[in-house]
């Protein structure tokens, strides 16, 4: 009896990790680790452990709601824990649940949920749900929100919440601007989350986010304090809300005869509802009967959510991909059939590692069931066969090396041994392409990885006789025509490139972007010389010294490495600054840059202006600083104050190139 005991708290452990990890990734980090079918079932499986065991373990998913905020933004506590919904997927536990009342049924929107705050009629404040009890403030952010009232005619105080959503349309046309195909994002509600929760509001502002409300949660007189009268109705508050310019969240007046209909009624618009949901809301309208039952540690009594069973589909698994990432490890990736699934053809999912491989017990012409976690991403639920005898690969199939099968974490994965794999390779390319170094837009990791994987790059030149695999690479997954001639188009872009930022892309060891300007610079930005620089010249460069001089010289003297830069040389067009006429002479002189450009792209770009005069950039106000520059000189910010203080000129970008580049030709 205590083993079975021992092993039903075990078991409740190994769950309260699973979905705590799973939960702070969806909620803290905007990914996802697992499906919303996997999550639900390891979710109730752990609540009937706790049912049975009569314990509740600290942590418990069941009993915490969300996790802490991640990000920069301030923090607040909400005056009220913002509760979770208890769940079903059972029509007829909602008719029983409803009972002799009348309810509200509503879209359960999925995004990011907000509780707005006005005062005076005026909009004074924006916090995210956070952890249920304390929350990120976002009130630059809200103020963007595509059709939310700033200005209200009511005067009161006006507590209420709302879900922040990306609709489907806005998502895709967000998707196809993106250059990168392989930076995709994932979901509406991923990008939703990471848009709403930006540091800066531009990027909220440009993602088109949108409130939808659901809920009144306070609305008191000015002057007097006293709670305003709705005749206790939920539905009298949503007219309320609506004469004062919100949206609010699509909603039907049910009772327990007309609940089910209204649920098919609700699902007959899934398909065409641009904005993204993931279930429904039912809430009885009087307020006064919901308060009364009080609520759960977790849920609210007052309402319940209906969850959509996952669509699932019956196909037969074909073959396997095996495919090598840069750490080595080799991922499985399932090719079935085509199957429609959400209103799109499937014909591929990721099983994760030889684990899922072995529980799955996929073989070869198995019959599968597959489905579309959240809507999204391909997965397969169940292999109806079982004949476990699929073969997991020996070698490696981008370099023939041997694989091994390793413990990571609780999972068995393949990897590739071989340490020199091209594959692993991944890190050089990944760097050489970052913004600091070639700065090609849309060579993601992701991308690169496809693209080692696929025999197109082995060194660095080869980036840029990618045009010559066009085909190639438009038969790639993820890949359309415009997504592949922006790449094409930024790597075509990148052959223009300073001196400096070509030596960083090389990643010699210990030579960062600083350092690479320094010995550019010293030999006036000839690459012939720098090459051919010798460890004792390299030392005397203030800032460099011996060890750095001596893995430079390594670097260049070694014969792949030299046979690799002649290549990639004959590739690029190496700028070289020529001072004007009238230029003043920048050496030993600090600037310090803030704000936004009007005639550089970003401040990299100013940065290497003045460092190609001599000068140098820094990142905050001293009193050995040149001038700030910065064009709003009226602002209060930290540095224009700290400018201020010190006696440092606070100069525009006009100002700073009349009276330090007179002759520079702005664009």
């Known amino acids: 009896m205590e083993t079975d005991s021992k092993k039903l708290t075990e078991r409740q452990k190994e769950l309260t990790d699973i979905l705590s990890e799973a939960s702070r990734a969806y909620y803290a980090e905007d990914r996802e680790i697992m499906s919303n079918f996997e999550y639900d079932k390891l979710y109730d499986e752990l609540l009937e452990l706790e049912k049975e065991s009569g314990i509740v373990l600290a942590g418990s998913p069941t009993v915490n709601v969300g996790y802490e905020p991640v990000t920069a933004l301030p923090k607040e506590r909400h005056p009220s824990p913002m509760l979770s919904l208890n769940k079903t997927k059972s029509r007829e536990e909602l008719k029983e649940w409803l009972g002799d009342k009348e309810g509200l049924l509503s879209w359960k929107e999925d995004g990011l949920t907000v509780v707005l705050t006005y005062e005076g009629g005026e909009l004074k404040k924006a916090v995210t749900r956070g952890n249920g009890e304390v929350g990120e403030v976002i009130t630059p952010n809200a103020k963007t929100f595509k059709g939310l009232p700033l200005q209200i005619s009511y005067k009161g105080r006006l507590v209420i919440r709302g879900e922040a959503v990306i609709t489907y349309s806005d998502f895709e046309k967000i998707n196809e601007a993106n250059p990168d195909a392989d930076a995709l994002y994932k979901n509406p509600r991923n990008l939703c989350s990471g848009s709403v929760r930006a540091l800066d509001p531009k990027v909220t502002a440009s993602r088109n986010v949108r409130v939808i409300i659901f809920s009144l949660v306070e609305a008191s007189d000015a002057e007097t304090g006293e709670a305003h009268d709705f005749g206790h109705s939920f539905e009298k508050e949503f007219i309320f809300l609506k004469e004062q310019g919100f949206t609010t969240v699509e909603f039907k007046r049910v009772t327990a005869d007309t609940v089910v209909d209204s649920i098919g009624e609700f699902e007959a618009k899934i398909k065409d509802n641009d904005i993204p949901s993931d279930g429904l809301v039912l809430s009885y309208d009087d307020l006064t009967y919901a308060a009364s039952l009080g609520r759960t540690a977790k849920f609210p009594r007052g309402a319940i959510a209906f969850k959509w069973a996952d669509e699932n589909a019956e196909t037969t698994l074909r073959s396997v991909e095996w495919q090598t990432s840069r750490t080595g490890l080799i991922n499985p990736v399932a ?333």
């Open 335 to 667: 090719v079935f059939d085509t199957v429609d699934l959400e209103g799109t053809e499937v014909r591929r999912a990721s099983v994760h590692n030889v684990s899922m491989i072995r529980q799955l017990k996929l073989g070869i012409g198995d019959r599968i069931r597959v489905f579309k976690a959240n809507m999204i991403i391909p997965q397969i639920s169940e292999n109806l066969t079982g004949s476990d005898d699929l073969e997991i690969p020996a070698i490696c199939p981008v370099c023939g090396g041997r694989t091994e099968i390793r413990k990571q974490v609780d999972s068995e994965v393949l990897m590739c041994t071989a340490p020199d794999c091209p594959a692993k390779a991944l890190k050089a390319f990944v760097h050489f392409t970052e913004r600091d170094a070639m700065n090609i837009e849309g060579l993601s990791e992701a991308t690169l990885e496809k693209l080692i994987a696929a025999g197109l790059i082995k060194d660095f030149h080869d980036i840029y006789h990618l045009e010559e695999h066009r085909e190639d690479i438009l038969g790639m997954e993820g890949f359309k025509e415009k997504s592949c001639e922006n790449l094409l188009s930024s790597i075509e872009k990148s052959r223009k490139v300073a001196v400096p930022r070509m030596l960083y892309a090389l990643g010699i060891p210990g030579i960062g972007l600083a350092g690479a300007k320094l010995i550019a610079a010293h030999f006036s930005f000839d690459i012939e010389a720098v090459r051919s620089a010798g460890v004792e010249e390299l030392s005397e460069i203030e800032g460099i010294g011996g060890v750095l001089a001596g893995a430079f010289c390594d670097y260049m003297s070694d014969e792949k490495n030299a046979a690799g830069l002649d290549a990639l040389l004959k590739e690029l067009e190496l700028e070289i600054p020529v001072k004007h006429e009238g230029a003043a002479d920048l050496t030993g002189k600090a600037f310090v840059i803030t704000g936004s450009l009007n005639h550089f792209a970003n401040r990299s770009d100013l940065k290497e202006l003045i460092e190609s005069y001599g000068g140098k950039v820094t990142g905050s106000v001293t009193s050995k600083t040149e001038c700030l520059i910065n064009n709003d000189s009226e602002s209060t910010s930290s540095k224009n104050q700290t400018a201020k203080k010190n006696g440092i000129s606070i100069l525009t970008e006009d100002e700073f190139l009349s009276k330090y580049m007179p002759d520079y030709q702005v664009s």
